[in-house]
């Protein structure tokens, strides 16, 4: 079954204390990406990567790390996390072929909450 | 500025009737791309229509129609005989130019949508 993986779903930190959100995909997807969804603010890019070692940011990047070294992973860092980053995290992947160009496929959201 | 402005915060509907969700978006490209994704109270993104802006039919799938105004930069959800699994979050989102430039889309801030029996 083609699908995205973020682990963990639900995570409950404290601040400073370092975080990694993975995210893996098995469709073989040259992009893949981090989101972040608040209320009243849909969802905004977080980083970005267009193929393994491409990395690049997107429009909210401050507190975040990324890396691709696989193909199939693209795990999410949170070095010092603060409060500000309590949010509903997604991973997407997709490719520049297909019939809807641009679609993302998501995985199932990570909810981050930073005490 | 926004660049996809999604009005409705929430909406109701009755139960098999008709609703349209709306959204607006903005953009000097001549080439892009429009969505709609449904999300459920449990939290995953479910992708339902597309609408490239060289089409020149408006996008259809199943119960869902894309209403698409070129000219107003409209791009609105109809969603036809409503169904009280349809009760969920929408977002617009719009790709700008011909590629998807590492999987960016620019997303509304959604509208919730609650149908009644």
């Known amino acids: 079954e083609a699908q995205v993986t973020q682990n963990p779903r639900y995570l409950i930190t404290v601040t400073g204390k370092k975080l990694t959100v993975t995210c893996s995909q098995n469709m073989n997807h040259e992009y893949m990406s981090w989101y972040r969804q608040d209320p009243g603010l849909g969802l905004r890019q977080i980083y970005y990567?267009?193929?393994?070692?491409?990395?690049d940011k997107g429009d909210v990047p401050e507190g975040y790390k990324v890396s691709r070294k696989e193909k199939r992973n693209f795990p999410l860092i949170l070095e010092s996390p603060s409060p500000n980053q309590t949010s509903l995290y997604f991973c997407?992947?997709?490719?520049?072929?297909?019939?809807?160009?641009?679609?993302?496929?998501f995985g199932e959201g990570s909810r981050l909450t930073v005490l | 500025a926004q660049k996809i402005t999604q009005t409705q915060p929430g909406m109701f509907v009755q139960e098999k009737e008709a609703v349209t969700l709306d959204c607006t978006y903005d953009t000097s490209d001549q080439s892009y791309g429009l969505f709609w994704y449904k999300q459920p109270s449990s939290g995953e993104m479910i992708f339902l229509i597309y609408q490239g802006s060289y089409d020149e039919q408006n996008a259809t799938e199943g119960r869902y129609s894309l209403n698409f105004q070129k000219a107003r930069k409209s791009a609105n959800l109809v969603i036809s005989a409503s169904q009280l699994g349809d009760s969920a979050m929408y977002f617009c989102a719009m790709r700008e130019g011909l590629e998807n430039q590492g999987g960016k889309l620019i997303f509304g801030q959604g509208t919730e949508l609650s149908v009644k029996p």
């Open positions: 990567s267009m193929n393994v070692e491409v990395t």
């Open positions: 997407a992947s997709s490719s520049p072929t297909g019939p809807w160009p641009g679609e993302l496929f």
